[in-house]
């Protein structure tokens, strides 16, 4: 909806400290005349929406989390760190990149770095991957990669599947993965997700002694009561 659609552009649009003069000059970037009438349109209420908020905010003398990862980096000083780890790598922002720049500047520490690009899935709360796979020795400096190429979550099947999937993209880093799940793999099928309740169906159909389990990360609970109502 609306409001998510602005909470989210809000997070994007502070987390990368642009200037509303910097998104309207991206608009030019969208093809098609209706749909930059639509982006200037946006754009406008935005700026609107984002004034007001900004207002209360200093009104409550309050900060939001983006706020506090930006003021936070004002604030960093040399604390005689001499490591810094951190974990999901992949789903960095561009303000929490700055403020981990600045604590190992400040410093002079080494940075250790966990993640996995195959598995970012942020962005849409501000994450840039570009970071992680293109940025990385412009942002930190001469770094050694190590890959950690071996996965115990599932066997062969599989890993071939998503990993041949995974790398049509070319922004993907390229990387072979061995699994060492050595159990039978059975059948994998891909669906649409707008199919979830066929699908889920015919397989409670098929196999009617089994039990069957569905695991879910959002909307557990709509799936669930679509499948009791059908």
């Not at 793999?185 to 199919?195: I, K, Q, S």
């Not at 409670?204 to 002694?209: A, D, G, Q, T, Y």
């Amino acid at each position: 909806n609306f409001s998510t659609l602005i909470a989210t552009f809000l997070s994007h649009y502070k987390s990368n400290e642009l200037k509303i003069d910097d998104v309207r000059k991206k608009y030019l970037l969208i093809k098609g005349d209706n749909n930059q009438k639509r982006a200037l349109i946006f754009i406008s209420l935005f700026k609107k929406i984002y004034d007001k908020y900004h207002q209360r905010l200093k009104d409550e003398n309050s900060i939001d989390y983006d706020d506090m990862i930006i003021e936070g980096r004002k604030k960093v000083g040399n604390e005689w760190y001499k490591y810094i780890l951190v974990d999901e790598f992949q789903d960095i922002s561009q303000a929490r990149s700055k403020l981990l720049q600045k604590i190992q500047m400040e410093n002079e520490a080494k940075v250790y770095c966990v993640g996995d690009d195959w598995q970012a899935i942020y962005q849409f709360a501000g994450g840039d991957i570009s970071i992680f796979t293109k940025d990385f020795k412009k942002e930190y400096g001469i770094f050694e990669r190590v890959d950690i190429d071996s996965t115990f979550r599932f066997g062969k099947k599989i890993n071939l599947l998503s990993s041949n999937f995974i790398q049509k993209n070319p922004n993907q880093l390229k990387k072979k993965i061995y699994s060492s799940n050595k159990s039978h793999d059975g059948l994998v099928v891909v669906y649409h997700y707008n199919r979830f309740n066929e699908v889920a169906k015919k397989i409670m159909e098929m196999e009617k002694r089994s039990k069957t389990y569905i695991l879910g990360r959002y909307n557990l609970n709509y799936y669930d009561a679509q499948l009791k109502k059908n």
